[in-house]
T-cell receptor
């Protein structure tokens, strides 16, 4: 019954590798987001997609490429991983077209780059 | 862009006491102010939110107040319990349809001493 789910929960990889994180929401929402939470717990938006269309792209290196195959899924692919990419990545969703802006977060994916 | 400041950064209270967490924002166009609770190893959970046309909102032991003139909003937790111990984030955003985004404060770690 998880509303927003992410896989994997943990990801450990070496510098230079390419990895993907997947997100799915079963809330019927039209908008999905990727956030990065650094070691100091600071939450910063990276991307948002509305009805599969990229809306927000917050000065994220182009090694990060989101992809939304449908409204319920938003994946994040990261090329040439760097040490500084180590963080917890959260997916979230909301339903903006009905004037409801509450964002619901997934459990996070802890990425460790060695 | 929006800037959200949250203070203090840590707060320790005795079980049963009240806790107040304060946030300020910079963008007068912001009209949506959610609060999130993040427990260790989990994603942020929406606990209460307030919109700019309302000055106060309550939900059982938690309440949020908003002062638009001073651009600050606060979270009040009464009769604190050990399970209230977590990191709390405030956020601000303006709801403009698909372009809506939230800017988060840096979080405050609340410890409730039994």
């Amino acid at each position: 019954d998880t509303a927003v789910s992410q896989t994997p929960k943990y990801l450990v990889t070496q510098m230079g590798n390419d990895k993907s994180i997947k997100c799915e929401q079963n809330l019927g929402h039209d908008t999905m987001y990727w956030y990065k939470q650094d070691s100091k717990k600071f939450l910063k938006i990276m991307f948002s997609y509305n009805n599969k269309e990229l809306i927000i792209n917050e000065t994220v290196p182009n090694r990060f490429s989101p992809k939304s195959p449908d409204k319920a899924h938003l994946n994040l692919h990261i090329n040439s991983l760097e040490l500084g990419d180590s963080a917890v990545y959260f997916c979230a969703s909301s339903q903006v077209d009905r004037g409801r802006y509450e964002q619901y977060f997934g459990p996070g994916t802890r990425l460790t780059v060695t | 862009g929006e800037n959200v400041e949250q203070h203090p950064s840590t707060l320790s209270v005795q079980e049963g006491d009240s806790a107040v967490i304060k946030c300020t924002y910079s963008d007068s166009a912001s009209n949506y102010f959610p609060w999130y609770k993040q427990e260790l190893g989990k994603g942020p959970q929406l606990i209460i939110d307030i919109r700019s046309n309302v000055g106060e909102k309550k939900d059982q032991r938690i309440a949020v107040t908003l002062n638009k003139t001073a651009k600050h909003f606060s979270l009040h937790i009464t009769e604190t319990q050990p399970e209230d111990s977590a990191v709390y984030f405030c956020a601000a955003g303006h709801n403009t349809g698909a372009n809506s985004k939230l800017t988060f404060g840096k979080g405050i770690t609340l410890s409730v001493r039994p």
